[in-house]
Nanobody, 115 residues
Framework: EVQLVQSGGGLVQPGGSLRLSCAASGFTFSGYSMTWVRQAPGKGLEWVSTINSGAKSYTNSVKGRFTISRDNAKKTLWLQLNSLKTEDTAMYYC??????????WGQGTQVTVSS
């Protein structure tokens, strides 16, 4: 059974940092690109970042502030969030497209940036 179990997140002041984790099981983690997306209150899903075997990509609004990383041996994906802004407030999800071409999702973790 595929599982993506997220941790991290919380309430932080503007300018602060958080680290999100996504522990994977039930599939060959190293064989797939992994992605973070987010959904702000009242808005649709927004792609944040993707990592594959060698490349990392980010949406423009988080470039230079967020860092995606992975450890294939630990089957874990991370998203380091620095210099957080109020507009980063959202539910964050880790996800990947499996061999069936269907997306698999973590349970989500809330990030709230507020003074």
């Amino acid at each position: 059974e595929v599982q993506l179990v997220q941790s991290g997140g919380g309430l932080v002041q503007p300018g602060g940092s958080l680290r999100l984790s996504c522990a994977a099981s039930g599939f060959t983690f190293s064989g797939y690109s992994m992605t973070w997306v987010r959904q702000a209150p009242g808005k649709g899903l927004e792609w944040v970042s993707t990592i594959n075997s060698g490349a990392k990509s980010y949406t423009n609004s988080v470039k230079g502030r967020f860092t995606i990383s992975r450890d294939n041996a630990k089957k874990t994906l991370w998203l380091q969030l620095n210099s957080l802004k109020t507009e980063d407030t959202a539910m964050y999800y880790c996800t990947y497209i499996g061999s069936s071409m269907a997306p698999n999702w973590g349970q989500g973790t809330q990030v709230t940036v507020s003074s």
